[in-house]
């Protein structure tokens, strides 16, 4: 397979201004007529070039006349037409067979109902067409179906007209008024059921909202919609951006090999992305459901009005919104409890995969498979470079930007570039050297120590950062870093800040400093001794951190730093840092040593009254043992995991007393609700038993958990019994999981919870058990989530397992990325990047890495998925 490079873009030959479509929709054998208006792109050149994968082509003709075989060049992977006039009408019919879809690419079927999924590239295994978001259309749509099977039929836009057919057929005919590129057309036809609402705009237009989904669902709906409304209002709000149409529909797909896509008014999700209920949801599944459907529904202004010129340009939809969705969510929400959680996530996920072998800029410069740069970089780094842009502007000035990004490209298909330009056009800043955020791959590691002057009472931060080199792209420049830093004095207030040889008018306790060379200094003045510095705070820039503080000074910031997510970071820092020690002992043989300082500052932020339950509970969750072997030279995850319980085991005895209060004031029975200020006490509550968990030989404490489970009213807490029961080793554990599968089997979203819980089991047998429950009649390979609960979380969720002194891990994974290959190349690559993990094991360990990603690539038939993914991996 062949890289595509962004240096080689070049617009269409041909636009199309409109598309008329219309579908004969059967499972196997739909027809599909595609009438295009298409003209000549006056600033480009060539033959009309349509992509197509997977067509059968039953007719093509232009203004009217059929083309004969030697008038086009049909390929495999696209049809070309030369010597066409300026404008004409081309008329192209072919057939698919949306029943042997099983890329869930294109038009497929999900539990009968059809349904579609066409970014980034579906649309071309739907008809022939130009399929690159550059070239934007109107679209008709006319499909006919098979009126008891599939009584509703659903496309972009609005619905125009309907009718009956012969043969217990009926039709329906939708249009769309906006131009947009084919990966953003979605059509659904199938037996569904409504949840209804309405929504009116700021404007006054009245806008009918619908959710679609499986009957007996529709008592799942409501916090969906609920969502939906207020991010409708949160977008008025905050961006000044009104929804467009008068319909929004929304449609539950069990089959779905992303969470959601925002097409056009036709949102399709996977259904774990719509539905919930207190007894089949939990906190985390709620507050995901809210920000994807805000983060689709933002969509609709960055990403459709607005889209982009060509893949490379991904982050500027996907960064951009999920800034936009992490920002509502924060208002919904506590914004630091969300600050953190995003924090965690872009920890977990994006600084490995820049520190691997599949780094890549949030603006790649080439891919074989676009689907393989949905990544955490292009989407949670792309968020916080944007993010990094509203700190340096403000929050007005990015404002001011967004309102110009608008003014400027309504209706186009732009870059990056476009929107940095916007961004400081309504600024009349230079954002030149901020820009290398784009291209620049990696993590950069930023040093800081500091110097206290007495005499002059000067307080002098100096800074250097470096960025390692990543595949492809050496010799780093200096980034342009925005990096918020505060001072705190000895009583643990902030000291206000005057920055020497500025203006000392404005008092200000937390400041934003301009780092952009290899290494530089400043300095503040009226400085009390003994200061402790807080540094990056809000996590202001994505970077890697190091700082010259003491145990005590970690443990002081953790105590006192106004800045809760500092407070919460000098928690994660004094924690890993004795973490590492301990593994350090116990790989030389020794007894770990616990010191208690950490216990006790975890102490009297659980005793303060005035934090967030949420907020405490974050505090008392212990780095990962993933996150604890990134910072170690080879990672030793048997090592990391006997440290990490030992620590957890030594604070809960030191604090037995006060975490078994914790849990006991919890229990007070309230209803149910997901607001935050519920959800953070049942956080709360449940971090308290997870310590006390750790006295697992302790009767009390075995009983308290089942005891939580068989009471629990609601799914989150159920979860959570059920996720330590998981790793007991007796009766309790097999009692507990036989109850849920009874209660839940024929829920196929809570079964995937039920499956990954069992992933993710430390146990030593819970391969055995994953290889069985392959064949649980609940499993399907041909579902996306099935795969990904039961083999993905067991990759890259249950390391100790996963790397197995045996290699059976590596093998199992080897082996079903090889059977999916067959059946979703998509999903086949997305659970690979574990096995590019391996420059950081043991010599043992990389061989049998590196062997099984070598019989991957050996596949025959192998897709360019799985080819870009294993042999980037294999380095
Ligand atoms: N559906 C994916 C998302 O919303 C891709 N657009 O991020
Ligand atoms: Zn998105």
Known sequence: PKAIKLQDYTPPAFLIDHVDLEFFLEPEGTRVKSLLKVRRNPDSSGPLHLDGDTLELLSIAVDGRALQEKEYLLDEFFLEVEGLPDKFELAIETRIDPVLNTRLEGLYLSGGNFCTQCEAEGFRRITFYPDRPDVMATYSVTMQADEAKYPVLLSNGNLVSQGKGEGGKHWAKWHDPFPKPCYLFALVAGDLACYADSYKTGSGRDVALKIYVQHGNEDKCAFAMDSLIRSMRWDEERFGLEYDL??????????????????????????????????????????????????????????????????????????????????????????????????????????????????????????????????????????????????????????????????????????????????????????????????????????????????????????????????????????????????????????????????????????????????????????????????????????????????????????????????????????????????????????????????????????????????????????????????????????????????????????????????????????????????????????AMDYLATFEDDRDCRELVVRHYETADNMTDRMAALALLNDFSGAEREVALAAFEQRYQQDPVVMDKWFMVQACSRLPDVLQRIKKLTSHPGFSYKNPNKVRALVGAFASANPVRFHAEDGEGYRFLADNIIHMNAINPQVASRILAPLGGWRRMNPKHQKMMKSELKRILATEKLSGDVYEMASKSLG
């Open 246 to 687: 008068d319909i929004f529909n929304i449609v539950a797909v069990d089959d779905f090999n992303m969470g959601a896509m925002e097409n056009k008014s036709l949102n399709i999700f996977n259904s774990k992305c719509v539905l919930a209920s207190p007894d089949t949801a939990t906190d985390a599944d709620f507050e995901r459901i809210e920000a994807i459907v805000a983060h689709e529904y933002f969509h609709n202004w960055t990403g459709n009005r607005v889209t982009c010129r060509d893949w490379f340009q991904l982050s500027l939809k996907e960064g951009l919104t999920v800034y936009r969705d992490q920002e509502f969510s924060s208002d919904m929400r506590s914004a630091p409890v969300k600050r953190i959680q995003d924090v965690r996530t872009l920890r977990a996920r994006q600084f490995p995969e820049d520190a691997g072998p599949l780094s890549h800029p949030i603006r790649p410069e080439s891919y074989i498979e676009i689907n393989n740069f949905y990544t955490a970089t292009v989407y949670e780094k792309g968020a916080e470079v944007i993010r990094m842009m509203q700190e340096i502007l403000g929050r007005e000035g990015f404002r001011k930007g967004i309102d110009l990004y608008f003014e400027r490209h309504d209706n186009q298909a732009v870059t990056c570039e476009d929107f940095v330009a916007a961004m400081e056009d309504a600024n009349g800043v230079d954002l030149e050297h901020f820009r290398l955020w784009y291209s620049q791959a990696g993590t950069p590691d930023v040093a800081v120590t500091w110097e206290y002057d007495a005499a002059s009472s000067l307080f002098t931060f100096k800074l250097s950062q470096h960025t390692a080199d990543t595949p492809g792209q050496h010799n780093k420049q200096p980034l342009h870093i925005p990096l918020t830093i505060g001072l705190l004095g000895q009583d643990g207030q902030d000291i206000p800040l005057i920055q020497q040889g500025t203006n000392s008018g404005d008092r200000t306790y937390s400041k934003t400093l301009r780092f952009d060379c290899e290494q530089q200094n400043f300095s503040f003045t009226d400085v009390p001794p003994g200061a402790v510095p807080s540094i990056n705070r809000g996590f202001s820039a994505p970077v890697k951190l190091s700082a010259m503080y003491s145990d005590d000074e970690l443990l002081f910031l953790m105590e006192n730093d106004s800045d809760l997510f500092n407070r919460w970071e000098a928690a994660q820092s004094s924690a890993t840092r004795l973490i590492l020690k301990m593994i350090g002992e116990i790989q030389s043989g020794r007894e770990p040593q616990y010191v208690s300082g950490f216990a006790r500052a975890l102490a009297s932020n659980m005793a303060n009254p005035d934090l967030d339950p949420a907020f405490v509970a974050q505090l008392m969750t212990l780095p990962s043992i993933s996150y604890i072997s990134e910072q170690m030279q080879v990672a030793d995850f048997d090592a990391a995991e006997k440290a990490r319980s030992f620590f957890k085991h030594a604070i809960a005895t030191e604090l037995c007393g006060s975490l078994k209060a914790l849990y006991q004031q919890g229990v007070a029975g309230t209803a149910y609700s997901p607001d935050a200020a519920s959800m953070g006490r049942r956080a709360l509550r449940n971090a």
